[in-house]
């Protein structure tokens, strides 16, 4: 049965897409069965796995409102071993068409458990905001993984998101757990990256990831090519830090039953 890890933060500008993208390209690498799964209508993580989403005639928004199947959705291996259903702005009307829907919250759910024993893992990329988008990705999700910006303000807004898993644990998903936090964009020149790792340590009681993702030039300009970091640049410090990353989860997935 296919692992599904949601990949949320309400802070924009955190890495979230970046660690969606490259995550998923990672585990794929290392020859598990992925799924990627865009629910933000501005499908950056489409377009960085090189897919041209506004030519995508089956996506996340014809999903949600019943006018296809998930099977029909999934675009089958963009990269080996990696499949991914996509987003464009589409989506965006998402949040006021899906109101009246009876149990519009369990939409993805229902479609995704369709298609988990297809996975090894299921990773679901969320918009920057705690909206009807994000609540169906927790739903469907076992764990939701928090990347959180090595900067001044990396706690600002991280209780709500933890008040809404807690929400939705308690109301719609009793199983959701968190997987962890991943820092990103760490810049190993500077104190503040230093101090900021501490104090969320100090002040975060979560499983936190040993791997701490670096600010990396070729790391930003992987997307912008369509490509993850791993088929970008093997090489560089950003394709190291993520395949760390992927190995941990693939670790801490081991010692739990899913």
């Known amino acids: 049965m296919g692992r599904t890890i949601v990949i949320a933060n309400q802070k924009g500008g955190v890495g979230k897409?970046?660690?969606a993208i490259n995550l998923s390209a990672s585990l794929a690498d290392l020859g598990k069965k992925i799924l990627v799964i865009d629910t933000?209508?501005?499908?950056?993580?489409s377009s960085g796995l090189g897919v041209e989403k506004n030519e995508v005639e089956n996506t996340v928004y014809e999903l949600l409102i019943g006018e296809t199947t998930i099977e029909e959705c999934i675009q089958k291996e963009v990269f080996e071993n990696l499949d991914i259903i996509s987003s464009n702005i589409n989506l965006a009307?998402?949040?006021i068409e899906l109101t009246g829907f009876e149990e519009k919250e369990f939409i993805l759910k229902k479609a995704v458990d369709q298609v988990r024993a297809d996975y090894d893992f299921i990773i679901i990329d969320c918009p920057p905001s705690l909206n009807t988008l994000t609540i169906n990705a927790m739903c469907a999700a076992d764990t939701v993984l928090v990347p959180i910006q090595c900067e001044y303000y990396a706690l600002e807004g991280l209780s709500q998101l933890m008040n809404t898993v807690e929400l939705v644990r308690d109301r719609l998903n009793p199983n959701l757990e968190i997987e962890g936090v991943v820092f990103?964009?760490?810049?190993?020149?500077?104190n503040l990256s230093?101090?900021?790792?501490e104090n969320v340590k100090a002040n975060l009681d979560q499983k936190i990831y040993k791997t701490i993702i670096p600010r990396n030039v070729r790391l930003a300009e992987a997307p912008s090519y369509g490509m993850p970091i791993t088929k970008y640049d093997a090489r560089s410090t950003g394709a190291e830090s993520y395949r760390l990353l992927a190995e941990e989860v693939i670790n801490?997935?081991?010692?739990e039953e899913w």
């Open 194 to 197: 230093l101090q900021v790792v």
């Open 252 to 255: 801490r997935g081991n010692e």
């Open 184 to 190: 990103t964009m760490y810049d190993a020149r500077t």
């Open 40 to 45: 933000d209508p501005q499908g950056n993580t």
């Open 17 to 19: 897409t970046t660690t």
């Open 93 to 95: 009307a998402a949040e």
